[in-house]
T-cell receptor, first 110, second 114 residues
Framework: LAKTTQPVSMDSYEGQEVNITCSHN???????ITWYQQFPSQGPRFIIQ???TKVTNEVASLFIPADRKSSTLSLPRVSLSDTAVYYC???????????FGKGTTLSVSS | DADVTQTPRNRITKTGKRIMLECSQT?????MYWYRQDPGLGLRLIYY???????NKGEISDGYSVSRQAQAKFSLSLESAIPNQTALYFC?????????????FGSGTRLTVV
């Protein structure tokens, strides 16, 4: 399973765009990249996945460069309610269970 | 009702006691997982099951056992609880396209071993 590296924490203010980058240098050809959001005392919630280029949904955008060795989760105009831990996972459906790292704690202030 | 239900939500138990955490799901997913979360350590995989007859160890299986009683039920047991097993435990499910469709997590069980 590809190991991922993300910043431990990030701070932002309401209304700003936040970009969280995840490094996964040994990603395999058939691996997908997924991101989860976790609020305190709740289970993680799947927010976005991608394989290459750019993916956008109602919550976030995911940017994946051509070499796929990193990915960036972009949260537009964050609010206080976006304060959470964000996890980057890399893996494929045929393999073993996905491994969560320590995630990135995003703190949004007013 | 929640898609993934964990019981109990909170539990305090004594060192040396046997305790079982239960998980049931209505998603119809074949795959089920148990994770443990400790402050600052993220989520760590304990055990997982890809179908009723399949059980696999995760990163930190020592001191734990599991039972997959049916497609919808996956229980985690601590045969002899110890204080360093105090943590927040999560059950999750997925279909076979995990990497694309993601996991669905339960609300967690907060376990305290005294």
């Amino acid at each position: 399973l590809a190991k991922t590296t993300q910043p431990v924490s990030m701070d932002s203010y309401e209304g700003q765009e936040v970009n969280i980058t995840c490094s996964h240098n040994n990603i395999a050809t058939n691996d997908y990249i997924t991101w989860y959001q976790q609020f305190p005392s709740q289970g993680p919630r799947f927010i976005i996945q991608g394989y290459k280029t750019k993916v956008t949904n109602e919550v976030a955008s995911l940017f994946i460069p051509a070499d796929r060795k990193s990915s960036t989760l972009s949260l537009p105009r964050v609010s206080l309610s976006d304060t959470a831990v964000y996890y980057c996972l890399v893996g494929n459906q045929a393999g073993t269970a996905l491994i969560f790292g320590k995630g990135t704690t995003l703190s949004v202030s007013s | 009702d929640a898609d993934v239900t964990q019981t109990p939500r909170n539990r305090i138990t004594k060192t040396g006691k046997r305790i079982m955490l239960e998980c049931s799901q209505t998603k119809g997913h074949d795959r089920m997982y148990w994770y443990r979360q400790d402050p600052g350590l993220g989520l760590r995989l304990i055990y997982y099951s890809f179908d009723v007859k399949d059980i696999n160890k995760g990163e930190i299986s020592d001191g734990y056992s599991v039972s997959r009683q049916a497609q919808a039920k996956f229980s985690l047991s601590l045969e002899s609880a110890i204080p360093n097993q105090t943590a927040l435990y999560f059950c999750a499910t997925s279909d076979k396209d995990t990497a694309v469709n993601g996991y669905t997590f339960g609300s967690g069980t907060r376990l305290t071993v005294v």
